[in-house]
Structures are given as C-alpha cells and as structure tokens.
C-alpha cells in the first residue's frame, strides 16, 4: 500500500477498513483480534493497513488517512496535509506496538506522536516516456529522426498534408504539428509546436 487516495467522507461514521494480502483483501469487519492475527501474520500478508473513511484531523489542514505494518517491522502513519500526501515510518517496531498503535487509532482514533519519524512524500509515478508520429491519419509504431524528416520532405513535396509529432515523459512533453496550406499556389505551411510546461 503505497498509494493512498483521500477516502470519501461518511456522515457520522467511524468505520475502518483493514487490509491485508497486499492490498488484495480488504475488509469493513475490524476486530482487535482482526488487528492482531494480521499484524502477526504480516510475513503472509507483506503489509497491512488499518484505513479510517472519517480521518482524523491532526492539525489545521493535516488528516490522518491509515496506519500500516510491513514485514520489515516498519509501522507507518499516512497523512493528508493540503492534498498532499505524506507518510511518516518509524522503523524497527515490534509486532506487539503496531497491535497497540492501531488498536488505539480504531478504537480512539488515538495517532502515535509522529514528530520524529521518518518523513516520505508520495509522488506520481513518473510518465514513461513515449513518441509518436502520425502522417494524414496513419500511425507510425517504429520511427526515428530520419522518418520525421521523409515526413517533412513528403509534406514540401505535396506527397502528404499534415505530419504529427508527439513526445510525452518528463518536463520535455509536447508536440510539433505541420500541415500543408493546400488553398495556395505557392508552398506554404502551418506549423505548431507546443511544449508542456508541466508533464
């Protein structure tokens, strides 16, 4: 579990979700001896996580969205701080702690002091980066830069109308599109080139 999405809000409601076997198993049946059977069973399960759909608010703008265990004994809390989500690890705990950080945290909503742990910011997975080329409608899977120039070289000679270059991963994302001016009589193009400012 390493993507948390800010669960939606249930009107008075303080229900818990415990999930186990990776993420692949998620349950509305918390028990403390739920809790526990997971926690010691956690080499099986990889990690588990005790989710709360009402969060706990923990500062102004700051909730706390889950707690989890890894079978690296690293106990994590997860917290939603302006949107952004972060999660704070204290590693080393022994199994016997975790049952009682989240059997407090479920029982009432009681969040472990969390000053001193270890600060981890979730990201978006960075964007593969991936090109295309399009001419008068049809794809191309394998080019390089001497097809794009045959594009262009087609498109002056009036063998083809428009070309389509696109780019995407990274801060380097954009596209360049040229299409042939086919009411003039001399040559001309329009040409469009747009860079991402963010990817």
Same mark, same amino acid.
């Given at each position: 579990?390493?993507?948390?999405?800010?669960?939606?809000?249930?009107?008075?409601?303080?229900?818990?979700?415990?999930?186990?076997?990776?993420?692949?198993?998620?349950?509305?049946?918390?028990?403390?001896?739920?809790?526990?059977?997971?926690?010691? *069973?956690? *080499?099986?399960?990889?990690?588990? !996580?005790?989710?709360?759909?009402?969060?706990?608010?923990? &500062?102004?703008?700051?909730?706390?969205?889950?707690?989890?265990?890894?079978?690296?004994?690293?106990?994590?809390?997860?917290?939603?701080?302006? &949107?952004?989500? =972060?999660?704070?690890?204290?590693? &080393?705990?022994?199994?016997?702690?975790?049952?009682? #950080?989240?059997?407090?945290?479920?029982?009432?909503?009681?969040?472990?002091?969390?000053?001193?742990?270890?600060?981890?910011?979730?990201?978006?997975?960075?964007?593969?980066?991936?090109?295309?080329?399009?001419?008068?409608?049809?794809?191309?899977? =394998?080019?390089?830069?001497?097809?794009?120039?045959?594009?262009?070289?087609?498109? #002056?000679? !009036?063998?083809?109308?428009?070309?389509?270059?696109?780019?995407?991963?990274?801060?380097?994302?954009?596209?360049?599109?040229?299409?042939?001016?086919?009411? #003039?009589?001399?040559?001309?193009?329009?040409?469009?080139?747009? #860079?991402?400012?963010?990817?």
């Amino acid at each position: 579990m390493n993507n948390y999405r800010r669960p939606r809000r249930v009107s008075g409601s303080e229900q818990f979700v415990l999930v186990t076997e990776e993420g692949k198993e998620r349950t509305s049946n918390v028990t403390d001896e739920r809790i526990f059977r997971a926690v010691y *069973e956690v *080499e099986c399960n990889t990690v588990v !996580g005790l989710e709360k759909c009402v969060p706990v608010a923990i &500062g102004p703008s700051a909730y706390v969205l889950a707690m989890t265990y890894n079978e690296n004994s690293v106990f994590a809390v997860h917290v939603d701080l302006n &949107g952004a989500i =972060f999660r704070m690890s204290d590693p &080393g705990c022994s199994q016997e702690e975790a049952v009682e #950080r989240m059997c407090d945290f479920f029982h009432k909503s009681k969040v472990p002091s969390i000053q001193e742990w270890v600060c981890e910011e979730f990201r978006p997975a960075p964007v593969k980066s991936e090109s295309s080329l399009t001419v008068d409608g049809e794809d191309f899977r =394998f080019f390089d830069f001497s097809d794009v120039m045959a594009a262009l070289e087609n498109i #002056r000679d !009036g063998k083809s109308e428009w070309m389509h270059v696109g780019h995407t991963g990274g801060d380097d994302g954009g596209y360049m599109e040229i299409h042939r001016c086919i009411d #003039r009589e001399d040559f001309a193009c329009k040409a469009e080139w747009v #860079r991402w400012t963010q990817p």
